[in-house]
């Protein structure tokens, strides 16, 4: 009896189990999937030139209006009311327009866009912090020059204007 439940497992395993791991079934769809009907080979042809057109295009940076002409209707469309209004240029893309172009051209042209950004955000922000130190000396100077134009005033008391001392300047802003 037992040799027979034995022989029943060992079945089971290499008829079930064994083809399973060697070779696993895919997971059926969820309830409720539509499939689509099978491509025909003409909407397969059709398919692959107009995907193979359009990776083409997006290495270019301009795709321009010969690529997408409704894109570019659209565009002309929305720029001639835009035009009476004073605002944003649109000769030069915008940070986020520009990230997207470079993410369409792969980690090659991505990387240097990224580099760019934050080469622009670094320089933006060592001259904010350079002016403000300026600032900040002028005023100092300001200051002190009040304080001795109103100690020159009072008198002259030569032990008080040796001791009082200006404050340090302060540290020049590091590069990051």
């Not at 002259?156 to 990051?176: E, G, H, L, V």
Request: aromatic residues 6%.
């Amino acid at each position: 009896m037992k040799l027979r439940v034995v022989c029943r497992k060992l079945y089971d395993y290499v008829r079930y189990d064994l083809r399973e791991i060697a070779f696993p079934s895919s997971l059926p769809d969820p309830p409720g999937t539509i499939r689509r009907p099978k491509l025909t080979l003409k909407e397969k042809w059709c398919i692959l030139k107009e995907a193979s057109r359009l990776y083409g295009a997006s290495w270019v940076r301009d795709i321009g209006p010969e690529l997408r002409p409704n894109d570019y209707k659209k565009a002309k469309e929305e720029s001639e009311p835009s035009s009476a209004k004073e605002g944003k240029s649109t000769g030069e893309p915008s940070v986020l327009e520009d990230l997207a172009m470079a993410a369409r051209g792969g980690a090659e042209t991505l990387k240097p866009a990224l580099k760019r950004i934050y080469m622009t955000r670094a320089s933006t922000y060592t001259s904010a912090v350079k002016n403000y130190v300026e600032t900040y000396q002028e005023g100092l100077k300001d200051v002190l020059d009040e304080k001795t134009a109103g100690k020159g005033q009072q008198g002259d008391d030569p032990t008080k204007s040796s001791a009082s001392r200006p404050p340090p300047p302060p540290p020049s802003p590091s590069s990051s």
